[in-house]
């Protein structure tokens, strides 16, 4: 009995060269769209081929390679992916350096003064829409907030087309002089009132 066993073993372990072998052929008839994949994540075509070269000594010695791959195009893909995103991290992990206390802090939100200053947009915004008349502003709202189609409003309010995208077209030229107008003081002078 000891006989088959060995045998057994011996074909897994033939099994398993083979299997590397296949994968080294892969990893060289594929080598440009591996490093492809790894300048994709990496960004640099050195660092791509030196992930390239440690998948090979993966292929090579990796005990956990099997007698048989599915797939070997997207095992190897799955290794070049993982290696890149691991050589990405590192890089990450050494750029990235204690802070300094005179060091400037980037942060995503806005600033108080940005903030402040689209605050006021909006309300002049809102300014603006409570000054149109009732049905250009249902118009531009049904056709910006409600993504509703210039034929769809045009169909429910019994115009052309065409008369719905001059609507819209003259309501955003009149709502970006609210918005952002050439002189604050004067801003209240392009449109007339809510009917």
């Given amino acids: 009995m000891r006989k088959p066993m060995a045998q057994s073993q011996n074909n897994h372990i033939s099994g398993c060269a083979l299997t590397r072998q296949k994968l080294l052929r892969h990893l060289v008839d594929e080598r440009e769209m591996l490093l492809c994949d790894a300048m994709r994540i990496i960004g640099s075509r050195d660092r791509a081929e030196d992930v390239v070269q440690d998948a090979a000594v993966r292929c090579l010695n990796s005990k956990a390679i099997g007698a048989e791959i599915a797939s070997p195009r997207g095992f190897l893909r799955r290794i070049v992916r993982n290696l890149a995103l691991d050589q990405l991290r590192r890089d990450?992990?050494?750029?990235?350096?204690?802070?300094?206390?005179?060091?400037?802090?980037?942060?995503?939100?806005?600033?108080a003064e940005k903030q402040l200053q689209d605050s006021q947009a909006l309300r002049r915004l809102a300014g603006g829409l409570a000054r149109m008349p009732a049905r250009e502003t249902e118009i531009i709202l049904a056709h910006?907030?409600?993504?509703?189609?210039?034929?769809?409003?045009?169909?429910?309010?019994?115009?052309?087309?065409?008369?719905?995208?001059?609507?819209i077209a003259r309501t955003q030229s009149a709502l970006a002089d609210y918005v952002d107008p050439p002189d604050h003081d004067d801003r209240m002078v392009h449109i007339g009132t809510r009917q």
């Fill in 92 to 111: 990450v992990s050494e750029r990235a350096t204690p802070l300094e206390p005179e060091d400037d802090l980037q942060c995503d939100r806005p600033n």
């Fill in 144 to 167: 910006r907030l409600g993504a509703e189609t210039q034929k769809d409003i045009a169909r429910r309010f019994g115009l052309s087309p065409a008369g719905i995208n001059g609507i």
